[in-house]
């Protein structure tokens, strides 16, 4: 079985579609189609039902899914592992939203590398769709984030809740400004956003990532909302202030991971992730 025929069905499993997938794959939505009419040949079933929203796994499709995982987990890992040096005995893959990397996966790497040196691990950054899209498709072991959907074959896990405040480059700022700049946190903080702000204009300037907002606001002045944890060392230094009596919103972070996996050092880092979510929320209420 053609390794780039697995490919091809887990970027469309994934997207929901035969177009998105092309665009993922850097290939013509042709040539995508024939890999999946060629892969549906040699399995002598229908693997997805195409409509106007898309494409979608028939049962013999969903049953396929592991398989196809496998086929292009086997294939990645014995790329990875052929090419290390003998001193290493297996790669784990991290991507995390940039927001969590600030503290909280930096820690974990270095918890990791004392827990076991012989590890390489790649770390990435990324936004949900692109985590949750290589999950399915198996090229990624772990990914951390703030929504999540769930996927058969991953496991949703709650790992400690963010506290969002509302940070300024003023410090007697009491509320946003013209120079307010929103940050998409999410549907969760969109609700929660707009329930404190019901009166509040569309504010003119919006950064679709954290590290954006603060650049921005340490530039030219103004505030956003950032993760308290982020926001500490600015606030500690001075440059940002905490605006006195503005709504604090929960944000929840997640892991999502493979129910199973080949990966020997995928449960001993996933007890890293907890560990340290357990120290992230001790230090919140010490707080």
Known sequence: MDINQARTFLAIAASGSFLEAARQLH???????????????????RLFVRNRSGASLTPAGRRFLPHAKRLVLTADQARDEVGLPERYRATLRIGGRIALWEGYLPRWVGW???????????NEIGFEEDLMRRLIEGTLDIGLMYTPYHSPGLTVEHLFDETLV??????????????????????????????????????????????????????????????????????????????????????????????????????????????????????????
């Open 166 to 287: 509302l940070v300024s480059s003023r410090p007697d700022d009491r509320e946003p400004g013209d120079d307010y700049v929103y940050i998409e946190w999410g549907p969760g903080f969109y609700a929660q956003h707009s329930r404190s702000y019901p009166d509040i204009e569309r504010p003119p300037q919006v950064a679709n990532i954290g590290w954006l907002g603060v650049q921005l606001i340490l530039t030219n002045g103004g505030s956003c909302f950032l993760p308290e944890r982020m926001a500490a060392p600015f606030v500690q230094s001075g440059r940002l202030h905490v605006v006195a009596d503005s709504p604090r919103f929960r944000h929840p972070a997640y892991v999502v991971y493979p129910r199973e996996s080949d990966n020997p050092v995928l449960s001993l880092a996933i007890d890293g992730l907890r560990e340290l979510a357990r120290r992230e929320v001790e230090v919140g209420h010490d707080a």
């Open 27 to 45: 290939l013509t939505q042709s040539t995508v189609s024939v890999r999946i009419r060629r892969l549906e040949e040699e399995l002598g079933v």
């Open 112 to 122: 990791m590398r004392r827990q076991a040196p012989d590890v390489v691990l790649q």
